[in-house]
C-alpha cells in the first residue's frame, strides 16, 4: 500500500520549500499503510523522512527511516505522513505529448 492524498484520514496542509528541496503535502494515515519508500514525520516540526523498513507484528508496527533511527506505532494508530509532490523542483510538468510529433493535428485536417 501506498500513502496518498485519497486514503489518508485527514490532508492537512501543503509545503514548497523550493529548490531543491521536493514539496510536500502534510497529512495523516493509519499506521498500517505505511510502506517502504513513504514519507512520514516521526518528529513534529522536521521534515518528512523516508520509511526504509516496516515490520509488523501483532498489535505494532516499527518503522525505520534512512538514518537508521526505529519508532514503534500501534497497529491503528494515526501517525503524521506526508504525500510528495508528483512534480520536484518547481519545474512545469511537460506535455505527455510533443505537439511537433503528435498526429492528433494530422488527424483533424484529413477530416
Not at 22 to 49: F, M, Q
Request: aromatic residues 6%; charged residues 20%; positive net charge.
Amino acid at each position: 500500500m501506498c500513502l496518498t492524498l485519497a486514503n489518508a484520514v485527514t490532508v492537512l496542509d501543503h509545503l514548497s520549500p523550493g529548490p531543491p528541496a521536493r514539496g510536500y503535502t502534510r497529512t495523516l494515515h493509519p499506521s498500517g499503510l505505511v510502506s517502504p519508500g513513504d514519507l512520514w514525520r516521526p518528529v513534529d516540526g522536521e521534515k518528512p523522512r523516508t520509511a526504509v523498513l516496516v515490520r509488523r507484528h501483532r498489535d505494532r508496527i516499527t518503522v525505520t527511516d534512512q538514518y537508521g533511527a526505529t519508532f514503534s506505532y500501534a497497529s491503528g494508530e494515526v501517525i503524521a505522513t506526508a504525500v510528495p509532490d508528483a512534480f520536484a523542483m518547481g519545474r512545469k510538468p511537460r506535455s505527455l505529448v510533443d505537439a511537433r510529433t503528435s498526429t492528433a493535428g494530422t488527424l483533424q485536417h484529413r477530416r
